[in-house]
């Protein structure tokens, strides 16, 4: 089959966060599966200084009023996958990142940046002639690309199939009912049905109104999103489209998420030789200016700083957190006032809280091996990866029941496959006392090893949620005439 993706990231181009993982990861999944996968994204600097092999620019004209773009075709640096860059300076050669400007604010004309995203990719999927490959489905990623089914079915045609994934239900691009004119949307799909919602237009909803099929990426999460508590005011559209939905666990890239060869970390390990652990914990405190003690259990805290995450329910458990003997790392970057409070969790506790705020790749490798245990509280999760890491690097998780956290940890009290632990709610009493058991188990190194093993035993490769994936792309080509 051959598909194509198109999303607003794509690590090791660029990243914000999973997403980016997830875009990267899962069509090498598919090249395995002998299928072809060909990724879109904007060329913002990085992207275009990131890829290889960069080939014959082709013009697509002036769309959308930002001047000329192009199409530029390259491969990835690391995987050789083909990608096609969207360039046109206008709309992505900024500082700041592909979302937010240098101040974290939107960009203003998002609206206008990713509508063009998703008309090329449609265009692409309808007259794939012009670049002489012609995509059987398109596959969009959250509200960036929501307009990919508009396009195609307002340009009727011989449409490939559509699927959209909901990473994330709480980001849904919307705007003003006014810039469909300027993005040459029908204002036909501005209904109740269509992309309409509460007298503005969502992105979001137009994917999830108009795709064939919806995907989202854990089985916990397919459901929640059906809810009033989780439904981010959509899970009546969500029920209309249920039939069509389907919950599939993301995996994880195990070859740059691999304790064995990972060239960001102070000394390799694994199940059968776990003994590089402890050197990797050592040089994590050193580089913390944390108490250099084997002892002490490290817990380690890494995300987005937002509401979503749950960083202040760490914050405010902190105390109990101490007196049961841990060391805290985290880091994390986003909204300015957790991020002050965070800091102000360091200062409070020199030695003995450790925080770095920021966005940096190796360090984030090196909290998930240098710590014994990673806490991931969020108050929704639609998958989460960074605790699937946490596994493959013998570092226990604990997590909120949740989503995709409650679909990939199992916990060592209610299961004898457990690989960590499981709490309910969002209180610091709920997280404290979770982490006690914790505590107590860590005090038994035998038993801690052994769930350790099992741990870092756990198959989380792509190839599952690849067979899957490819069950909806077949299901749609078996409905299309
Ligand atoms: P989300 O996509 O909601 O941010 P995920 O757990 O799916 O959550 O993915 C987060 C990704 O971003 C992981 O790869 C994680 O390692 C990475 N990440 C998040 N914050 C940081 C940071 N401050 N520095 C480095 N990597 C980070
Ligand atoms: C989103 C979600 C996260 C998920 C990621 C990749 O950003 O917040 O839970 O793991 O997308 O699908």
Same mark, same amino acid.
């Given at each position: 089959m051959?598909?194509l993706?198109?999303?607003g990231?794509v690590?090791?181009?660029?990243k914000?966060g999973?997403l980016? &993982?997830?875009?990267?990861?899962l069509?090498?999944?598919?090249?395995?599966?002998?299928d072809?996968?060909?990724?879109l994204l904007p060329?913002?600097? !990085?992207?275009?200084a990131r890829v290889? #092999?960069?080939?014959?620019?082709?013009?697509l004209?002036?769309?959308?009023g930002y001047?000329?773009?192009?199409?530029?075709?390259?491969r $990835?640096?690391?995987?050789?996958?083909?990608?096609?860059?969207?360039d046109?300076?206008?709309?992505f050669?900024r500082?700041?990142?592909?979302?937010?400007?240098?101040?974290?604010r939107?960009w203003?004309?998002?609206?206008?940046?990713?509508?063009?995203l /998703?008309?090329v990719?449609?265009?692409?999927?309808? %007259?794939g002639?012009?670049?002489?490959?012609?995509?059987?489905?398109?596959h969009?990623h &959250? =509200?960036?690309t929501g307009?990919v089914p508009?396009?195609?079915?307002?340009?009727r045609?011989?449409a490939?199939?559509?699927?959209?994934?909901?990473?994330?239900?709480?980001y849904?691009?919307?705007f003003g009912?006014?810039?469909?004119?300027?993005i040459a *949307?029908?204002?036909?799909?501005?209904? $109740?049905?269509g992309l309409?919602?509460?007298?503005?237009v969502?992105?979001?909803?137009?994917g999830?109104?108009?795709a064939?099929?919806?995907?989202?990426?854990?089985?916990t999460? %397919? +459901?929640e999103?059906?809810?009033?508590?989780f439904?981010c005011?959509? #899970?009546g559209?969500?029920?209309?489209?249920?039939h069509?939905? +389907?919950?599939?666990l993301?995996?994880i890239?195990?070859?740059? =998420?691999?304790?064995?060869?990972d060239?960001?970390?102070a000394?390799p390990?694994?199940a059968?030789?776990?003994?590089?652990? @402890?050197?990797?914990? @050592?040089?994590?405190?050193?580089a913390?200016?944390?108490?250099?003690d084997p002892e @002490?259990?490290?817990?380690?805290?890494?995300g987005r700083?937002v509401?979503?995450?749950?960083v &202040?329910?760490?914050?405010?458990?902190l105390p109990?957190?101490?007196?049961?003997?841990?060391?805290?790392? $985290?880091?994390g970057?986003? !909204?300015?006032?957790?991020?002050?409070?965070?800091r102000e969790?360091?200062?409070a506790?020199?030695?003995?809280v450790?925080v770095?705020?920021?966005? #940096?790749?190796?360090?984030?490798?090196r909290?998930?091996a240098?710590?014994?245990?990673?806490?991931v509280?969020?108050?929704?999760?639609p998958?989460?990866?960074?605790?699937?890491?946490?596994l493959?690097?013998?570092t226990?998780?604990v997590?909120?029941r949740t989503?995709?956290l409650?679909?990939?940890?199992a916990?060592? #009290?209610? /299961?004898?496959?457990g690989?960590?632990? *499981?709490?309910?709610?969002?209180?610091?009493?709920?997280?404290a006392?979770?982490?006690s058991?914790?505590?107590r188990l860590?005090a +038994?190194?035998a038993?801690?090893?052994?769930?350790?093993?099992?741990?870092m &035993?756990?198959d989380?490769?792509w190839?599952?949620?690849?067979?899957r994936?490819?069950e909806v792309y077949?299901?749609i080509?078996?409905?299309?005439?």
């Amino acid at each position: 089959m051959k598909i194509l993706f198109v999303a607003g990231e794509v690590f090791p181009l660029i990243k914000t966060g999973g997403l980016a &993982d997830v875009v990267g990861a899962l069509p090498k999944a598919f090249r395995a599966l002998g299928d072809e996968v060909r990724v879109l994204l904007p060329a913002y600097p !990085e992207a275009l200084a990131r890829v290889v #092999d960069p080939g014959t620019p082709l013009s697509l004209g002036d769309s959308l009023g930002y001047g000329e773009a192009r199409l530029i075709p390259a491969r $990835m640096p690391d995987s050789s996958l083909e990608v096609f860059l969207l360039d046109c300076p206008e709309a992505f050669a900024r500082p700041g990142g592909p979302y937010l400007d240098t101040e974290g604010r939107d960009w203003p004309d998002n609206f206008r940046r990713f509508a063009l995203l /998703s008309r090329v990719a449609a265009l692409i999927g309808v %007259a794939g002639g012009l670049i002489g490959w012609q995509p059987d489905i398109v596959h969009a990623h &959250d =509200w960036q690309t929501g307009l990919v089914p508009v396009y195609l079915r307002q340009w009727r045609g011989n449409a490939p199939g559509t699927v959209f994934t909901i990473h994330n239900l709480h980001y849904q691009g919307v705007f003003g009912a006014d810039v469909l004119p300027e993005i040459a *949307v029908d204002p036909a799909f501005n209904v $109740m049905d269509g992309l309409e919602f509460y007298g503005n237009v969502s992105f979001l909803k137009a994917g999830l109104v108009y795709a064939d099929r919806l995907t989202t990426v854990s089985p916990t999460y %397919a +459901r929640e999103i059906q809810t009033h508590a989780f439904g981010c005011n959509l #899970d009546g559209v969500v029920r209309q489209r249920a039939h069509s939905l +389907r919950g599939i666990l993301n995996g994880i890239d195990q070859d740059i =998420w691999n304790p064995a060869a990972d060239p960001a970390i102070a000394a390799p390990f694994s199940a059968a030789d776990p003994s590089g652990k @402890a050197v990797c914990k @050592a040089a994590l405190q050193r580089a913390c200016g944390l108490a250099a003690d084997p002892e @002490a259990p490290l817990l380690g805290f890494l995300g987005r700083l937002v509401w979503q995450k749950g960083v &202040d329910i760490v914050l405010a458990a902190l105390p109990r957190i101490l007196d049961l003997g841990f060391q805290v790392v $985290m880091q994390g970057a986003g !909204e300015a006032g957790l991020e002050r409070l965070c800091r102000e969790a360091a200062a409070a506790y020199p030695g003995r809280v450790a925080v770095h705020v920021g966005y #940096d790749e190796d360090f984030a490798h090196r909290i998930e091996a240098g710590a014994d245990v990673f806490v991931v509280p969020s108050r929704f999760e639609p998958c989460g990866l960074t605790q699937m890491y946490a596994l493959r690097y013998g570092t226990l998780p604990v997590v909120r029941r949740t989503g995709g956290l409650a679909d990939s940890v199992a916990d060592v #009290d209610e /299961s004898r496959e457990g690989t960590g632990f *499981v709490f309910d709610g969002e209180t610091p009493e709920a997280l404290a006392e979770t982490l006690s058991r914790a505590r107590r188990l860590y005090a +038994r190194p035998a038993d801690w090893r052994a769930v350790q093993a099992r741990a870092m &035993d756990k198959d989380f490769s792509w190839r599952a949620a690849a067979v899957r994936t490819r069950e909806v792309y077949e299901s749609i080509k078996k409905n299309k005439p």
